[in-house]
């Protein structure tokens, strides 16, 4: 039995990648390592970083609500003893606000000296008032227990320590007005922190780039000649370009197989219902592969399509929501990001991870993304067979 | 020496008439620093409008309204009254509102009471930070409510009479929480995303220069014309030095024009001239010097070029020229600072951020730190012969 002629032509493609190591590090370990950064950098979208400086020698109150600001759940807190070091990470951005607990904060509470706490905020941050109002949240449940001690022990004489241990007991039976937060919506419009942010984000720059940059294998073969000689065989040009088309195709599904699959098995990522992933999968395969023929034609020699493939690919990615969400650029970028096919890809792979969506509830951007492969697949295949015959 | 200087020539002739060098250099990043800054045209301060369904319409409701339209809130909150709580969730969910409070019938009573009242809080997804605001101030206000009662409690339970309960309550009401913030702002300036992503950017195609010296030094040798210029009185190092020199200018050309045309055209501030200029010759020479060392390491141009986007990708990961370090975990932002890049942005942040001109001073000595080790490898790696 043999094999047919274009996949012939396919796996002499594949083989002559797989054996260039280079190629291989961009499609296996790059986008792994990347996603790992990214996912670890946008795990604490959520939390906002907050820093309390708890002087030296302070006593337990202030502790305590160093304490029991780290287990407020909108917020992740790291504990200064040396103000200089926590305002500097303040200035770098690694904080979003400082909490600066006053020298002899539980002797004037005892005393019955009302005490401000310093919220320092970065100008770096947009959080600064979520961040304000939270820390308050958690300085006004102290201050309740504080309140509570002074007031029993000015009535009865029962003294500041022991009123302070009954108000603290006290104090989770007696709320009596509570706050409750209801969602008005099922699910939001960017992508869930963490690697469910950078799993799909980074398949659709990669399997792109990489597409792109595969490019080069195709001038190469070019170059020496590989076409020229296949076409001395009994095969037409269709079978060429069909076979390059494939190999290309099967790279992308490949690398977005290794991503799904590193995603879902080691960084935990649900990848939404299988059917509307496959399909988008494959669909955004289709696009890469459109570009990647493409660039195989427009590129004059190999090293143009290896550097400025990925130059194109990263700026695509950026208008199209893999680097940062749409959600948080101008308008008008949000509606330019959507002339190239990252950002209804983004678009769909969001429907899927944060709103639960099924192959229906993604139609829309599947038929632009597919309406963009035909063309870029049209384009470029006609384009290879007329250098082919040339 | 001069040797080295007519190889540089010649490579960066060479390189001017590559167009792929030209984009990767100049076009790029600048391509990438007009869409980052289209991106994050204007960041304002938060300011969002909020409804209020008092249904309430006691003491307690008029209070809470009455704090959301203090002045002190003014900078933050606008308030619109809603009529019901279903209106109210339409104009959240279709963000005419960033969040609404309902103040439910009998609130007052409830709160008086024995029973729990509750505030309710209406946001949605996508206005997390509106949502996190409103839930914050709601709960602000209860605190002093809740502060009051649990007075009474405790005064009740370290000795005082119930008889006194009413006094209690009376005299609990005019307490004010002992406890409150001040704000305040460390005077750092705004670091911008142009400001951090110019240099980044800047950095990360710049570093591809490392390839392009390394690989043509072995394109030079399958061609014959290193053997020939051996064949003259130069050392390999000098060839070596050559190929750095070259990643040099073509380095230091690409990050000057990064560094005028964002700071002409899209307000990036790199800080400090004196200092941002001593990061960015600190940061081209490490690019120097990573040239010659794949250069020296790699036995081939495939070589070449392989090790050479393994050492960029791994530098620019690591370094942080992908995210913002800063706002990484910490055992990503000390990995940062193995790297000279993640060096090189330290001392961007710093002098962005308004540190003074001297912060340059510790993130420039690692750098040539760095520099220093690796030019040694290569010292010593140029000494193996050069025939294979």
Known sequence: MTTPAPLAV?????????????????????????????????RGFDKLRVGVVVPDGSGPLATQLAEELGH?????????????????????????????????????????????????????????????????????????RVQAAHFASVQNGSGFGASLAR??????????????????????????????????????????????AGGAAIIQARQLGIHDRAMAAPITARTIVLGETLAALVLALLQSLLIVGIGAVVFGVH????????????????????????????????????AIGPAIGIAFGMLGGCMWPLEIVTPLMRTVGHVVPHAWAVDAWT??????????????????????????????????RARIVR | MNAALVIARKDLRQRVRDRSALVLGILAPLLIATVMSAAFGSAGSFHTTVGVVDQDRHELGAAFVAMLRSPDLSDVVTVRSVATPAEARRLVHDKKLGAAFVLPLGFTPAAHGTATARIEVLGS?????????????AESFAAQVNADRLSVLTALATGTSAARTAHLIAASARLRLPVST????????????????????????MFFGIGFGARSYWLERRS????RMLAAPVRPAEVLAGKALSTLVFGLASLLTMAVVTSVFFDAQWGPLPAAAALVFAIVLAAAALTALVAALARSERQADGVASTVTFALVLLGGNFVFVSSSPELLRRLALLTPNGWAMRGFVDLQSGAGASAAVQPVLAILAFTAVVAGAVALLARRPVSS
């Open chain 1, 10 to 42: 396919t796996a002499a493609a594949l083989r002559r990648l797989v054996r260039d190591r280079t190629a291989m590090f961009f499609v296996v370990v790059l986008p792994v390592v990347v996603i790992l950064i990214i996912g670890l950098t946008a």
């Open chain 2, 224 to 227: 014959g014309n290193l053997d």
């Open chain 1, 271 to 306: 990848w939404g219902d299988p059917v509307a992933a496959a399909t988008l999968v494959v669909v955004w395969a289709l696009v890469g592969t459109g570009a990647g023929v493409l660039s195989g034609t427009v590129f004059r020699t190999p090293e143009q399509a290896g």
């Open chain 2, 182 to 205: 001040r704000s305040g702002d460390i005077g750092a300036k705004r670091l911008t995303a142009i400001s951090y992503y110019a240099p980044s950017m800047g950095i990360f195609f």
């Open chain 1, 351 to 384: 429907t899927l991870l944060s709103r639960g969506g099924d192959l229906a509830s993604i139609a829309r951007p599947l038929l632009v993304l597919a309406g963009m492969a035909v063309a870029l697949l049209a384009l470029s295949t006609l384009r290879l």
């Open chain 1, 72 to 144: 407020d759940p909108t917020l992740t807190t790291t504990t200064y003893t040396d103000a200089a070091a926590a305002r500097t990470g303040l200035r770098r951005g690694e904080l979003v606000a400082l909490v600066v607990l006053p020298r002899g904060y539980d002797t004037a509470l005892a005393a019955g000296r009302p005490q401000q706490i310093g919220l320092l905020t970065s100008v770096q941050s947009s959080d600064q008032q979520a961040v304000g109002a939270a820390i308050s949240a958690v300085v006004g449940r102290q201050a309740a």
């Open chain 1, 167 to 212: 108000a603290t007991a006290l104090q989770p039976g007696t709320t009596v007005v509570g706050v409750h937060t209801t969602l008005v919506d099922t699910g939001a419009s960017t992508l869930p922190a963490g690697f469910s942010y950078s799993a799909p984000t980074m398949l659709v720059l990669f399997v792109f780039i990489n597409a792109l």
């Open chain 2, 125 to 137: 997804s996508d206005q997390a930070i509106a949502r996190e605001v409103s839930a914050a101030l």
